[in-house]
């Protein structure tokens, strides 16, 4: 009879060990999205606010993706429970035009990987910002492609 070999066992990662940023950017949570989501500072660029809402959904942090939509096209709410189904897992960031720090308007192109009910889907959109008063804010997009359990 051959002996059992015991799995490894998982690693737990420590409390203040760094989370890496969802939004791809290699950068640690807290050094990156964390700054504008918990740390009150303003996106400073439109593809940082691109970055940010992405992170947002991804930590299902809703009451910042509906306080950075531009209030002339926001929803009054945001579908809970189909968002709260989305588990995503990678952001593509293909163009950005504009959308610097001194600029008024942007245009970021991407898509939002994830899945649903184990299923991959993406989301490829090219989002439209505008900064008012030192502050970003996303507008509407265009999709591209969308497969997102539907």
Same mark, same amino acid.
């Given at each position: 009879?051959?002996?059992?070999?015991?799995?490894?066992?998982?690693?737990?990662?420590?409390? /203040?060990?760094?989370?890496?940023?969802?939004?791809?950017?290699?950068?640690?949570?807290?050094?990156?999205?964390?700054?504008?989501?918990?740390?009150?500072?303003?996106?400073?660029?439109?593809?940082?606010?691109? *970055?940010?809402?992405?992170?947002?959904?991804?930590?299902? /942090?809703?009451?910042?993706?509906?306080?950075?939509?531009?209030?002339?096209? !926001?929803?009054?709410? +945001?579908?809970?429970?189909?968002?709260?189904? +989305?588990?995503?897992?990678?952001?593509?960031?293909?163009?950005? !035009?504009?959308?610097? !720090?001194?600029?008024?308007? @942007?245009?970021?192109?991407?898509?939002?990987?994830?899945? +649903? /009910?184990?299923?991959?889907?993406?989301?490829?959109?090219?989002?439209?910002?505008?900064?008012?008063?030192?502050?970003?804010?996303?507008? /509407?997009?265009? +999709?591209?492609?969308? !497969?997102? @359990? *539907?």
């Amino acid at each position: 009879m051959k002996p059992k070999i015991a799995a490894p066992k998982a690693q737990k990662q420590k409390k /203040d060990a760094p989370e890496p940023c969802p939004c791809g950017s290699g950068k640690d949570f807290a050094a990156c999205c964390g700054l504008y989501l918990h740390g009150g500072e303003p996106a400073p660029t439109a593809q940082a606010l691109m *970055r940010s809402r992405y992170t947002a959904f991804a930590h299902k /942090d809703f009451e910042y993706v509906l306080r950075t939509w531009h209030a002339r096209t !926001r929803p009054p709410s +945001i579908d809970l429970k189909s968002a709260g189904a +989305i588990l995503w897992t990678r952001l593509e960031i293909i163009a950005c !035009r504009a959308g610097g !720090r001194s600029a008024k308007e @942007g245009k970021v192109e991407f898509i939002a990987h994830c899945t +649903i /009910d184990g299923r991959p889907e993406q989301l490829h959109e090219v989002s439209r910002f505008v900064r008012e008063d030192g502050q970003w804010y996303y507008v /509407d997009g265009e +999709i591209k492609q969308a !497969r997102l @359990g *539907r």
